[in-house]
């Protein structure tokens, strides 16, 4: 039994299915035929996740940008301008960085997230920002409206279980190499600590093609929109790991669906201190932003 | 020594390099730091590939769209009614299956062939069908205007060159197991025999997810369009695996820049004799393509 | 109905089993409940693959040694007398090489073939050498005791059912984008057409670990082994790509199970036209057979 | 500046490297051209992890072996009895189990510490168990004499800076969807904070073939063991996912110079909480250890 949605749900498996239940505070009974039953869309229809003002799942394709880490004051307050100018909806930036090597820059940490918030609030942003840790989770409050866990904790069930306990949206990452039933397994252990404010996000899986950073996943991104009533969006820049491919697989996963598309700002890329191959300057985000206006257009949502 | 594009090319690789080269008879000479130097687009502009009277390569997103396998006359005519009708540009269809079981429908051969040229005529498409085999190839003279080599035979080297020495244009799809540079590699064949009337076609490849058939690999096209002259499309049918994504799969091609994509279509899916699970029905086509042209348009290309 | 060893077969899959065949020329009915009758191991004990005077598929753990590719007759003589010497029981030789860039040496053709079987008969190995293109086939008649059918072939169809259709015993090289069961597939297409001397040969497939040159599937190999009567290989030369790997993955191989396994040996591997990067010196070689029969005998077989 | 080894270690990269150091504290310099140059064998020879009395990285291939989860007293007592009888010098159970499913069991916590430090005690072997958040870390003192990372933490950053602060030996599993050098990081955290006792396990990586669980990574195994001076394994019991295929991957393990391997057994398999497939029974273990010996005197190495 969960609570979830303002709704008390018992969880049935087809077989185990509680018929009986008569209690009048639980409002719904979720049966399923899937492993991930509250994550589902058998029982429910799209649920919209607002971050602040702004509401993802809906008719609007959200656009978070900002920089891969928070290197400055003057770093995050013009990305966030910028971006905000350019018409994105969220700033992101990393704060607590996972890094792959012990001798790469780890990232600002509570100070990157006063930073973050500082640069949000000027522009008028709500703010995303990865938290790799569960004690660092009082750190966040207040400083950021939406908590992102990323693809090298995919399956860091603790840090699950921990972030489905806060009120806070998450935006859930599939790790690189996780298939997408583990991935809505993975939202699943969110929910069912309570917590329903969940988006889902492709950033590309490990094959054998090497020419791109990461292989993105447009297919099982649309697998995952068509198995669960959460938003499902994706972070092309991952994937794409050099900048001349970021726009044409921002507009590929806006085309085939995604709610959320996540892209790195950086006022001036070849000096970032980390994912420098992959961010856009200003100039070309804000091109970025046109065409996706337009795409999004065609297929008849909104930016 | 090649002679491509009207043009008598020497290979220069950097370090062997003949600036000496005076005869007059030699056009061009291709210098390259790339394995594949007819392919690569360090020395050429887009190249434009037609066939019949459609152009491959330019402002116009190029529809593909048939059944996988001919299975009748009746079959095939009225699909090519109705692909012509929702605005396709090309008809493909199967005559020669590559099937992975022996004990599967392998295609009607020479006699599909036939039936494909004369729905092709009827419904004023030009036709594309896939070879197997070298010692087939007297059978397609006349009755097909573009050549496919089949994933599985993306490495058939044997199969390459025959094919490399004959006019018709060639669309080449990606081994499922293949790099976007062997891809360019095996097209290095069909150029390096004489024939550049050549697009490439990515079409999945093999990964650990299995929710799709295979994986729509998007970034590895924009990657092969950014290192060719050569158009570059997808087929969105066969990573897809089932109906339901292939709307999705395709506009997501489109949005990243195909320059063709392949739609299956088949009057009664649910009978087909091959890949049921994934050929669009003509209802489920016509919706494609309205979608898929408001697309276009929004990037700036025609349908 | 297929001739096999001796039987006329009668394919029934378990809803159209034919109970009723009373035809006594009959002599066994294929009942299946794996898409590759003919090759699963649900209706015939392991199978004897003989070639030449050596049997594969038996307590002997057969090596199958000898350069990448034929280059002149001192190479091919030199080594085929060490690789007798050292214990090999096949040599093995390419004289068409399937190469994936057309600028890479292509082998000696049918003057290779001549090379390899003076240099076996010399020795007294029996020949393997791999056919890529049908129209070839009568040029290995009476040169070559085993033909290989290589990674880039194994779906090639129409190559697979021209040589189910000659008697000579064929080494089937598993594809590196395909699954166990579409490399059994690739089996049964010789088989159905009665040739079932076939010995299958895992040799490395596509994963996102770039640090060995394909990744050697040694579960894949156990799980074909499980599922089929032919004899079962490997060719840990291609996977490791780099000679320093060689001698760990032959010994996994074997202690795997594997019944045979291949390895790339050269006069002198820096100066190689192909692969050289991966080929044994005669010393490494004659260490490694060491190795090999120490661990053989180890788990009661013979080299 | 790390301590590490006894030593006092000053990283130096090529282009920056100290050689004014003239502190007489500090004991070595590690120049390096890897990434991770503390676990890099550039500088050190191989190193020898000791668990309670049992060495590795030796001579000997160290067998660690227990249920996938500790379930309760006499099965974990029994089966330690087990193993220890059969020559296993390791007891291993999971007692924090991270589960891809929330509903899965997730492990008996500290409770299962204590049982498997009593079955430990009784058989006479150390014990492995794996930690999955830091906060727990408290909970393992005294009760275990190795930590297992496991693979779903090899990039939980966190758990491994902190893990790393603590003097106990680790094994350290790669991540399904890790390269060979990122697996190697995340052992230079381990190392970077201090703690040089680390064994790192490969474990199967995740691949297009779905025949087997994961694809057990022998030749990924093989360069970790010539990049570094830490030991190496495998766990062939995850790979594998049916018991069928158990045997021949852990010889294939020991065979390619596994210093450990990790079998897991239970009483009765069938009725195990988790993994219930590919955990083998007593008599298969006696059976295998019995194996596996033989193959290790066959290569020079004791078990």
Same mark, same amino acid.
């Given at each position: 039994?969960?609570?979830?949605y303002?709704m008390?749900?018992? %969880?049935?498996?087809?077989?185990e299915?509680?018929a &009986? #239940?008569?209690?009048?505070s639980?409002?719904?009974?979720?049966?399923?035929?899937?492993?991930?039953?509250?994550a589902s869309n058998?029982?429910?229809?799209k649920?919209? =996740?607002?971050?602040?003002? =702004?509401e993802i799942? /809906?008719k609007? #394709? =959200?656009?978070?940008?900002?920089?891969?880490?928070?290197?400055?004051?003057?770093?995050?307050?013009?990305? *966030?301008?910028?971006v905000?100018?350019?018409?994105?909806?969220?700033?992101r /930036?990393?704060?607590?960085?996972?890094?792959?090597? @012990?001798?790469? !820059?780890?990232? %600002?940490?509570? +100070?990157?997230?006063k930073? %973050?918030?500082?640069?949000?609030?000027?522009?008028?942003l709500?703010?995303?920002?990865?938290?790799?840790?569960?004690r660092?989770?009082?750190? !966040?409050?207040?400083?950021t409206?939406? %908590?992102?866990?990323? *693809?090298?904790?995919?399956?860091?069930?603790?840090?699950? &279980?921990?972030?489905?306990?806060?009120?806070? @949206?998450?935006?859930?990452?599939?790790?690189? /190499?996780?298939t997408?039933?583990e991935?809505?397994?993975?939202? +699943?252990?969110?929910?069912?600590?309570?917590?329903?404010? #969940?988006?889902l996000?492709?950033?590309?899986?490990?094959? !054998?093609?090497?020419s791109?950073? !990461?292989t993105?996943? =447009?297919?099982g991104?649309?697998v995952?929109r068509?198995?669960?009533?959460?938003? $499902?969006?994706?972070?092309p820049?991952?994937? *794409?790991?050099?900048?001349?491919?970021?726009?044409?697989l921002?507009l590929?996963?806006?085309?085939?669906?995604?709610?959320?598309v996540? $892209?790195e700002?950086?006022?001036?890329? +070849?000096?970032?201190k980390?994912?420098?191959?992959?961010?856009?300057?200003?100039?070309?985000f804000?091109l970025?932003?046109?065409?996706?206006?337009?795409?999004? &257009? *065609?297929?008849?949502?909104?930016?």
């Open positions: 039994e969960v609570s979830l303002g008390s749900l018992i %969880l049935a498996w087809p077989d299915y509680a &009986k #239940v008569s209690d009048q639980v409002v719904s009974k979720v049966k399923t035929t899937k492993p991930y039953p509250l058998e029982w429910k229809e649920t919209l =996740v607002e971050v602040g003002n =702004v799942g /809906g609007r #394709v =959200v656009v978070a940008a900002g920089p891969c880490a928070v290197e400055d004051e003057q770093q995050v307050v013009e990305t *966030a301008q910028a905000k100018r350019a018409g994105a909806a969220l700033f /930036g990393g704060a607590y960085k996972p890094r792959t090597s @012990p001798y790469s !820059f780890q990232g %600002l940490g509570e +100070e990157g997230l930073l %973050l918030r500082r640069a949000g609030d000027e522009a008028g709500p703010v995303v920002s990865e938290v790799v840790d569960p660092d989770l009082p750190a !966040f409050k207040g400083k409206d939406m %908590l992102q866990i990323g *693809a090298r904790n995919a399956q860091n069930f603790q840090l699950l &279980k921990d972030v489905g306990r806060i009120g806070l @949206p998450v935006l859930l990452k599939r790790g690189m /190499g996780n997408v039933e991935w809505l397994l993975s939202a +699943e252990y969110l929910l069912s600590e309570g917590n329903g404010r #969940v988006v996000c492709e950033r590309g899986i490990r094959t !054998f093609e090497r791109t950073r !990461f993105l996943d =447009v297919g991104m649309v995952a068509q198995s669960t009533h959460l938003p $499902v969006g994706a972070d820049s991952h994937p *794409a790991g050099r900048r001349e491919l970021v726009h044409a921002t590929a996963a806006v085309a085939a669906g995604a709610d959320l996540i $892209v700002v950086h006022p001036n890329p +070849e000096r970032a980390s994912d420098s191959e992959q961010q856009l300057t200003f100039d070309s804000r970025l932003m046109n065409r996706v206006t337009a795409l999004a &257009k *065609a297929i008849g949502r909104d930016i």
